[in-house]
């Protein structure tokens, strides 16, 4: 399963740590792992193998978006900072929309990404 992890930048230390405490789960063999590019970074930093796209405000949310509509991302988790204002708010937003449109789970914060975690792991 491709999960693609997003966080701004308010978030990023929020997501690192949340994939640290999800670790187990992440690192199993059939779990990929996307990132926009700054994220994917620091998640590398901590580890992880990830797959990194560009940045977000470079093309990174539309290139997640082009793989959530191609079948290829079953599952984003976006740590949006809702305090901050984005200049890529156009493609935050066509990422939800294409989530919803082909009804991919996308959690926007640290419970419901761990609420989608946890149902994977009752899956395994």
């Known amino acids: 399963m491709e999960i693609a992890v997003i966080a701004h930048d308010g978030k990023k230390v929020d997501m690192v740590q949340f994939l ?6 992440l690192r199993q063999e059939n ?8 994220t994917g970074g620091k998640a590398e930093n901590a580890g992880f193998k990830v797959k990194k796209m560009l940045s977000g405000p470079m093309g990174g949310d539309a290139q997640i978006a082009a793989r959530v509509a191609e079948g290829k991302t079953k599952m984003v988790l976006f740590f949006k900072d809702p305090l901050a204002s984005h200049a890529h708010e156009v493609d935050i937003n066509m990422l939800l929309r294409v ?5 991919v789970p996308i959690a926007t914060n640290e419970a419901s990404a761990q609420l989608f975690l946890n149902a994977i792991a009752l899956q395994s």
């Not at 640290?20 to 789960?25: G, V, W």
């Not at 989530?99 to 009804?103: E, I, Q, S, Y």
Request: aromatic share 0%; proline share 0%; hydrophobic share 35%.
């Open 31 to 38: 779990i990929k792992i996307i990132a926009t590019g700054t």
């Open 20 to 25: 640290n405490k999800n670790i187990d789960l």
């Open 99 to 103: 989530c919803d449109v082909h009804n």
